[in-house]
């Protein structure tokens, strides 16, 4: 909402009272995140840990960083699932620190950030109880950030109409969570259009929240979240070749705030193979970067990985601007990137495939 002030000014002036009233509000956060981004590990980082023979040196790498001694009171051998849950708690703290301390509307844009994560959550949780496994069990897999009080009366529904009813109804996601309700029993299929239904609906509201802001942050978030929405509809359309969605279902998950909307989505929906994706894709200058030299063989990057590096450079660069939000987003997900390249170069490390071992995503 526009400070009552800024309506006596105009043009330069009142840009200069936007950043005024931004860093009065939010400057201490933003100036913390900066400084947190400039202890991610850089590539000499990378270099001494994929030199690394055991675990041991790794922790002893790790150490020299901003991760300090976080493994220090673990008893050897240490675990790659220790690894990635002292990371995890790494960022959990970093996180509630920032929420804490933060006011509207940054607060807010905190909060929406932890969404995903509580999708993410929902999803393990239900696709584990269809395979009999204990809440208990896999409470301890859930992402801490994406916690509800509700999420131990999951395994009670049968149905997503239940699910919304009994469980999600007053949480965050009970808007997202209205368009996927049914009858339908729960099953694989149907746990993955959830999955993705859901997606749709946050990363659209999201963006809108991010537009009302006005600003820096309606222009980096919306580049950032745009390329979001366009990811998850070229993977919906890949994953759903060989599978009974139809080309209509498949059309309804695509996020429509990405630069794929509408016309790309069209062509989407109605591609048949592999090669018709990558045809839409060369359409866009920003996605053929991405499937080019895309592949299985030996030498390839695979996809997935290809989008995580275009990720990494739509992030980095939010952080060349400032007085915005996009900061804080930013820096979640090149913590999140920096996280699977350790336990990448770990599980390398440990499990002996040392030739493997340097396909992680440097950041800087």
Excluded at 79 to 96: C, G, M, P, S, Y
Excluded at 250 to 261: A, F, I, N, S, W
């Amino acid at each position: 909402m526009p400070h009552p002030f800024a309506i006596w000014l105009s043009g330069r002036d009142f840009k200069m009272f936007q950043e005024y009233v931004f860093n009065v509000d939010h400057g201490y956060l933003e100036g913390l995140v900066r400084g947190f981004r400039s202890g991610i590990l850089d590539r000499t980082d990378y270099l001494n840990m994929v030199q690394c023979e055991t675990i041991e040196d790794l922790k002893l790498q790790l150490a020299a960083t901003d991760y300090g001694n976080f493994l220090q009171n673990e008893p050897s051998p240490i675990a790659v699932t220790l690894i990635d849950e002292k990371l995890k708690n790494h960022l959990v703290v970093q996180f509630r620190y920032m929420r804490a301390h933060s006011v509207p509307d940054l607060s807010t844009f905190l909060d929406y950030i932890t969404y995903s994560y509580m999708i993410d959550n929902i999803i393990l949780l239900i696709t584990g109880t269809l395979h009999q496994r204990q809440i208990s069990e896999l409470r301890s897999k859930c992402h801490p950030l994406g916690s509800f009080a509700e999420m131990e009366s999951i395994n009670i529904a049968a149905t997503p109409a239940e699910l919304y009813s009994a469980v999600l109804v007053d949480t965050p996601l009970g808007p997202y969570f209205k368009n996927c309700i049914s009858e339908t029993d729960l099953d694989e299929l149907n746990i993955e259009i959830i999955r993705n239904a859901l997606y749709k609906a946050y990363l659209e509201d999201f963006y809108k929240l991010c537009q009302s802001m006005g600003g820096e942050t309606a222009e980096v978030m919306g580049r950032l979240l745009a390329f979001e929405a366009d990811r998850r509809a070229f993977i919906i359309t890949i994953n759903s070749f060989g599978t009974e969605l139809t080309q209509d279902d498949r059309e309804k998950l695509y996020p429509t705030c990405g630069k794929l909307y509408p016309d790309g989505l069209i062509r989407l929906a109605k591609c048949e193979d592999y090669e018709q994706v990558k045809a839409v894709a060369e359409c866009y200058p920003e996605y053929a970067n991405v499937f080019s030299g895309a592949g299985t063989n030996p030498g390839e990057k695979t996809l997935e990985d290809k989008f995580y590096e275009r990720e990494v450079e739509l992030n980095v660069q939010s952080f060349m601007h400032q007085f915005h939000f996009g900061v804080f987003y930013s820096y979640m997900k090149l913590k999140e990137q920096e996280s699977r390249n350790i336990i990448w170069i770990a599980e390398c490390i440990a499990q002996r495939q040392r030739a493997k071992i340097d396909n992680y995503i440097p950041i800087f």
